[in-house]
Structure formats: C-alpha cells, structure tokens
C-alpha cells in the first residue's frame, strides 16, 4: 500500500490543476449475491467482460469502487438487494479481485490492499485516467452476506497518510 500511494502522490506532483478528490470504497460479496451484481454491472456499462461468470465455493469477490469522498451513504442500502447497494457515480475504471480465503491466504483487508495496488498500477499510472492527479481518502470496506446483510463497514488508513480526511459517520456496526 505504501509504494501504491507514493506513486500516486508523484503522479500528482508531475501534473498542474485541481487534482481529483477519490473515495476507493471496497465491496465484498459472495457467490449467492455475485450474478446479480455483475449482471447490475453488464445492463449499466458493459465494465464485466473480464469478470468472472461465477464463483466458486467459499470464492468471494471485492469490488474496488472510485467514488466522490462522501458518497458512500447514498451507495449502500443495509437490507437491500446486491444491485440497489451499487455505486451511483464512478469516477473512473473500478477494479476487481476474486478470491478464496481458505485458499490464497487472503482476508478481506489484504485483498483491498492489492486491489487497490493493482487500481492504481493500471488506471492511474498505466492508462492516466487522472490526467490532473488525485488525492485519496483512506479507503471504505464493506463485507456483505446474502440478502443485503451488512456485516461490517470499516475504514482501514494501513497506517499511511492518506491525501484527504477519512470519511466520518459510515462505520458498522458503531465504534
């Protein structure tokens, strides 16, 4: 996490303007919930073409979602159906991760650490999806059961500093 936000802290350094302000909230959700979010996702932008049909067992999937810093309570809805709990707005491309726990060693923290690596590897540095630079709020992580169970929601600063404030008011359960 380190290396990914000091390169997006010298991109920044190389441009001119207002840089972008980019809230990264992490979804994680599992197989039962899965096909109704990607096809959410394929009707809405067509994003899915590399995104995988299904999930295994005990396989879950993390989205990686841009969105303006403060959005995350107009994105989410605790009891409502996997594609009502969707992102309104993105900012630029998201990123995805799939992966089983029991399998790649992976927790949900470490899978928001390398999918946030591999965002910014590829929209920002590779593709300069922010041509004027961004700054970034520690990212949002959400870790969903079926039917819409919200089962916690933390912010999770990797012990860095992070460009802007963390967002207040969105965690869960209540510190």
Not at 2 to 31: F, H, I, Y
Request: hydrophobic share 40%; net charge positive; glycine share 8%.
């Amino acid at each position: 996490m380190r290396v990914a936000l000091d390169r997006v802290n010298k991109c920044t350094a190389r441009t001119d303007g207002a840089p972008a302000e980019v809230q990264l909230l992490g979804q994680v959700s599992g197989s039962k919930d899965w096909p109704h979010i990607r096809e959410y996702w394929t009707r809405r932008a067509g994003l899915t073409g590399g995104w995988p049909q299904r999930l295994g067992p005990g396989e879950l999937v993390l989205n990686l979602w841009p969105i303006p810093p403060g959005a995350v309570g107009l994105t989410t809805g605790v009891g409502a159906k996997p594609e009502k709990r969707q992102p309104r707005k993105l900012l630029s491309t998201p990123s995805l991760l799939s992966f089983d726990p029991a399998q790649r060693r992976l927790n949900s923290e470490s899978a928001l650490a390398q999918a946030i690596a591999s965002w910014v590897d590829d929209v920002v540095v590779a593709h300069s999806e922010f041509p004027r630079g961004l700054l970034l709020a520690p990212p949002i992580l959400e870790e969903w059961a079926p039917k819409g169970r919200l089962l916690r929601r933390t912010i999770l600063t990797f012990n860095l500093d992070w460009q802007l404030p963390s967002a207040e008011g969105v965690t869960w359960p209540a510190p």
